[in-house]
C-alpha cells in the first residue's frame, strides 16, 4: 500500500447503516451535534444482515476508501432475530477475501451501534476515518 | 450501472429547516447540483418543507410538471417520511414514489465546514434519486382477519387472557393439557402479600371461563400443529378421551368409591392418593370426573368396569376415543406456565431421600384448607406437627451450577409460607435462610418486615450446605454469613423453594409456533420494554411464566396486555402489511433453498425448484437476497441495482 503522506487525503467512506439501530444511533449524533468527519455517506438497508458481499466489493471498485457496517448488538438486539450475526459471519469472510485481493482488511469495520448511542457513532466514524487516512488511498489498479 | 429505465420525471425539493440545513449546506448550491441530474426535472428550495406551505409547494410541482418520483432532502425519514409521503400521495403520487435524503441529522447537524458539508449533501440527495427512480410504485398487502383467539395453556394467564378477548366479543378457543383448568395457581393455598385464599380469588373466574358463551374449552387436548400467519392461523388440536361425559357426570362420587386403583395424586404432589377416576380438585372445570388411562385397569369393563356400574348417571364411556380437528384463529395467545426445578437436581438438601423434606408446591398443599391435611400442617413422615421448620430460599436459583437467574417469586413465597405456619402453629419456630430479600413490589416489602418483625420469624443469611436426619429430626449444617458463625440446627420440617423453570414442553410449542426461546427455555418477547407480550411472528403473544419467572399480579397484567394485543389485531376488518418484501425471479431462481434457511420468519418455501415468497410472513429484512447465489431473490424497492446506483452516486 501507498507510503506516501496522505496529510491531505480525504478518504472516500460508504456507510451501510441498519434502519433500526446504526441508522438511528446516527441520527442520534446529529441530535446531540456531536461533530465527525464528512467523508462518510450513509446509505439505509433495512438490516445489517441486508449487506451483500458484492455491496462491498461494488463500493471500492466504485472508488471507496473504506466500507462501514453499522447494526444492531448482539446477541438480541437484531429486530428481524438474527441479520447481526449474518453479518458478523459475512465480514468475518470478507475480510479474509479482501487481504487476498489485496485489499487491506482494517479497510471494512463492523461495529454494532444501538439506536441510543450517538456518542458511539460519532467517535467510530472518527476512528474509522483516521484509520483509513493512515492506510492511504485504495489503488485496485 | 446504466440499466434500462422507464421515462422518469423527478422533483427534488431541498429544505432549509430554518437555519439548521442552510447555516452548514449551501441548499442553492444542492439545488443547482441536483438540477443536472438527467431524470430531474425540477428542483427547488424552501424554508421549511414540511410545513403547509411547503408542503403545498410540493403538491403543486407533483401536479405542474407531472411529476413521477420525488425526493425531498431535509431531516431523517423517522421525522418526517410519512409527511411527505401523504402529501406526495395527495397530489396523485404513490406513497413509495417519495423518499427522503437525509441531509440535517446525518449532514448538517454534524459537520461545520460548509464546502463539505455540501458536498455531502449533494452525493447523499444523489444517491436518493437513484434510488427513487428504480423504486416500483407499490401498495399495502391486504389480508382478512379471522376472528377468533387461540389461547393455549388454562392456568390464571391463559384463563385472564381468555375472559378479556371473550368479554370484548371475540371467540376463544382455551385449550389445557390437564383435565381442568386452574393451572398452579390452583394448587396455592393463600397469595402474597394479601393473604387472599387462592381458589377464592381463582375458582370464580374458572366458574367465569365455563360459563362464557365465547369461549369453548379443550381440556385433555394440546395445539399439534400451527401452519398460516397473522390474522389467518390454521391450528391442530389434539383431543384425549376423557372416558366421562361432562355432561352428564353429576359429581356424586360414587364412581371414585368403588374404583380399586389408587395412585398419587399429582395435584397433591404426592401427598395423597387419588383413583384412576377421579376429579382433579373439587372445583375443576370442567367439573366432571376423568379416568386416567395409564392406571385404570385396562378400561375393559370384563377386568373391572366397577365405575361404569357404579354411575348412576350413566357418564362413563370406555370407549371415548382421541379427537383431531382443526380450528381458524386470528391471533394465538401462549400461557403455557411453568414447572419447578427438579428435586433430583439437588442432592445436597436430601430430598427424596428425607420424607420430611419437600418442596415449596408441595408445603402449598400441606397448609391449603383443601390439602391432604385439610389444612392442618403436618408432617408427611408421621403426621406430627412441626414444632421448628426451616425455609431455604433460591434453591437452583441464583446458582451457576443449576438456575444462573433469580426465580423472582420466592423470597416473597417464603415469607407468606413462614407467616402461614405461624398462623397454624404460633408457638413453633420459622427460620428463613436467603441469600439476599428481594422484595420489589407493591407492599411486598412491608409484608417481609411484618413477617420478621410481627411474627418473629428467624431470618438467617446464608446458605445451607448439607442436610441429614438423625433421632426423627432434620440436622441443617449452615453458615450465617452476617456473624460468620457456623450453625447446626435441628428442625422438623425442610422447605425447600425452589425456582421456577421453563415447561419442558416449551421448545415443543416454540417449534410448532415458530418462535424463539432464551437459553432457559422460556418465550423470548421482540423487545422487553416497549413489546414485552409480542414474539418475532406477528399475531403470536405470550404472557405468565412460560415467558420468565413472575408473580400472579405481574402475570395476570400481562395475560391482560396481550388480550388487548389480540383485540386490537382481531377488531381490524383487513390489515396491511408492507410491501417491502422479497420476490423472486423464477429464471434465476435455482432452488438452492439457501434463502429457506436464512429467512427468519419462515417466509420462504422451495416449491417446484423455485422459492415462493409468503407475503404475509416476509419482514423485508433482505437476508435472502444477501445470501442467494443467483441474485435471483430481491427486496422490492431495495434491490441490488438500486444499492449499486446509489454507490455509484456517491462515489462518482
Known amino acids: ?141 | 450501472m446504466k440499466d434500462k429505465l422507464p421515462k422518469e420525471r423527478v422533483g427534488v425539493f431541498v429544505c432549509h429547516c430554518g437555519r439548521n440545513i442552510a447555516a452548514t449546506v449551501d441548499v442553492k448550491k444542492v439545488v443547482e447540483a441536483i438540477s443536472k441530474h438527467p431524470s430531474v426535472v425540477y428542483a427547488t428550495d424552501y424554508k421549511y418543507m414540511c410545513s403547509e406551505p411547503g408542503q403545498a409547494l410540493i403538491k403543486k410541482a407533483i401536479k405542474e410538471h407531472r411529476l413521477t418520483s420525488v425526493v425531498i432532502a431535509a431531516c431523517t425519514p423517522s421525522m418526517h417520511e410519512e409527511t411527505f409521503r401523504k402529501a406526495s400521495n395527495e397530489a396523485g403520487l404513490n406513497w413509495y414514489k417519495c423518499e427522503i435524503a437525509n441531509i440535517r441529522e446525518q449532514c448538517s447537524w454534524v459537520h461545520s465546514d460548509m464546502e463539505k458539508a455540501t458536498e455531502k449533501a449533494i452525493k447523499i440527495t444523489f444517491s436518493t434519486v437513484e434510488k427513487v427512480i428504480r423504486n416500483a410504485p407499490l401498495e399495502p398487502i391486504k389480508m382478512s382477519v379471522k376472528r377468533k383467539c387461540l389461547i393455549i395453556g388454562g392456568g390464571i394467564a391463559g384463563i385472564q387472557a381468555a375472559l378479556d378477548v371473550a368479554d370484548a366479543g371475540y371467540e376463544v378457543i382455551l385449550v389445557e393439557k390437564l383435565p381442568t383448568i386452574g393451572g398452579r395457581m390452583a394448587q396455592l393455598a393463600e397469595t402474597f402479600p394479601t393473604l387472599d385464599c387462592a381458589q377464592c380469588i381463582l375458582t370464580p373466574k374458572m366458574v367465569a371461563v365455563a360459563r362464557h358463551p365465547n369461549i369453548r374449552l379443550y381440556t385433555l387436548s394440546e395445539v399439534v400443529k400451527i401452519e398460516g400467519f397473522v390474522g389467518n392461523f390454521k391450528v391442530t388440536i389434539r383431543k384425549k378421551p376423557r372416558y366421562v361425559d361432562p355432561e352428564k357426570c353429576i359429581l356424586c362420587g360414587d364412581c371414585e368409591k368403588v374404583c380399586p386403583v389408587s395412585v398419587p395424586s399429582e395435584f397433591d404432589r404426592n401427598l395423597k392418593e387419588r383413583k384412576a377416576i377421579y376429579i382433579p380438585f373439587p372445583q375443576a372445570i370442567p367439573a366432571s370426573y376423568v379416568i386416567d388411562p395409564q392406571t385404570c385397569l385396562g378400561l375393559n369393563p370384563i377386568i373391572c368396569g366397577e365405575c361404569a356400574e357404579a354411575c348412576e348417571a350413566n357418564a362413563i364411556n370406555y370407549d371415548d376415543s382421541e379427537e383431531i380437528f382443526e380450528e381458524e384463529v386470528g391471533a394465538i395467545i401462549i400461557a403455557t406456565g411453568y414447572d419447578i426445578y427438579p428435586k433430583e437436581n439437588i442432592g445436597e438438601y436430601g430430598y427424596g431421600k428425607y420424607i420430611d423434606v419437600i418442596d415449596s408446591l408441595q408445603y402449598e398443599r400441606l397448609v391449603s384448607s383443601t390439602g391432604p391435611t385439610g389444612g392442618e400442617i403436618r408432617r408427611p413422615s408421621d403426621g406430627r406437627i412441626p414444632k421448628s421448620v426451616a425455609f431455604i430460599q433460591c434453591v437452583g436459583s441464583r446458582d451457576v451450577n443449576h438456575l444462573e437467574y433469580c426465580s423472582k417469586i420466592c423470597c416473597m413465597y417464603t415469607a407468606k409460607h413462614a407467616l402461614m405456619y405461624k398462623h397454624l402453629v404460633p408457638d413453633g419456630t420459622a427460620y428463613v435462610f436467603y441469600i439476599d430479600i428481594r422484595a420489589a413490589g407493591k407492599g411486598y416489602e412491608e409484608f417481609i418486615k411484618r413477617v420478621q418483625e410481627e411474627y418473629g420469624v428467624v431470618y438467617i443469611r446464608g446458605r445451607v450446605s448439607r442436610i441429614y436426619e438423625e433421632n426423627g429430626k432434620l440436622i441443617l449444617q449452615a453458615s450465617d454469613t452476617l456473624t460468620g458463625e457456623k450453625l447446626n440446627l435441628s428442625v422438623d420440617l425442610v422447605v425447600l423453594a425452589m425456582g421456577m423453570i421453563a415447561k419442558k414442553g416449551n421448545r415443543d410449542v416454540a417449534n410448532i409456533a415458530k418462535i424463539p426461546v432464551d437459553s432457559w427455555g422460556f418465550f423470548k418477547e421482540v423487545h422487553p420494554k416497549l413489546r414485552p407480550v409480542e414474539t418475532s411472528t406477528n399475531g403470536i403473544f405470550v404472557c405468565g411464566a412460560c415467558q420468565g419467572p413472575k408473580d400472579i399480579s405481574e402475570t395476570v397484567s400481562q395475560a391482560s396486555a396481550t388480550a388487548a394485543k389480540a383485540i386490537e389485531l382481531l377488531s381490524k376488518v383487513e390489515i396491511y402489511h408492507e410491501p417491502i418484501v422479497a420476490e423472486v425471479n423464477p429464471e434465476l431462481c435455482s432452488g438452492c433453498k439457501i434463502c429457506e434457511t436464512v429467512c427468519p420468519f419462515g417466509a420462504i418455501k422451495v416449491v417446484d425448484k423455485i422459492a415462493q415468497v409468503n407475503e404475509i410472513l416476509c419482514e423485508g429484512c433482505g437476508s435472502c437476497t444477501s445470501a442467494c447465489p443467483t441474485e435471483a431473490i430481491q427486496l422490492r424497492n431495495v434491490k441490488d441495482e438500486q444499492i449499486y446506483s446509489m454507490i455509484e452516486a456517491i462515489l462518482r
Open chain 1, 1 to 141: 500500500m501507498s507510503n506516501r503522506d496522505n496529510e491531505n487525503f480525504e478518504p472516500k467512506i460508504v456507510a451501510f447503516l441498519c434502519k433500526w439501530c446504526a441508522y438511528s444511533g446516527a441520527d442520534l449524533a446529529g441530535v446531540s451535534r456531536l461533530e465527525y468527519p464528512p467523508n462518510v455517506i450513509p446509505i439505509l438497508v433495512p438490516c445489517s444482515g441486508k449487506v451483500d458481499m458484492q455491496f462491498i466489493l461494488k463500493a471500492f471498485k466504485e472508488g471507496a476508501d473504506g466500507v462501514f457496517i453499522g447494526g444492531c448488538h448482539t446477541p438480541n438486539d437484531c429486530h428481524y432475530i438474527s441479520g447481526n450475526y449474518k453479518a458478523l459471519k459475512r465480514f468475518t469472510l470478507m475480510r479474509k477475501y479482501l487481504e487476498q485481493l489485496g485489499i487491506n482488511s482494517k479497510r471494512i469495520r463492523l461495529e454494532w451501534i444501538s439506536a441510543t448511542e450517538g456518542v458511539k457513532f460519532a467517535k467510530v466514524m472518527k476512528e474509522f476515518v483516521e484509520e483509513i487516512k493512515k492506510l492511504g488511498p485504495l489503488q485496485t489498479r
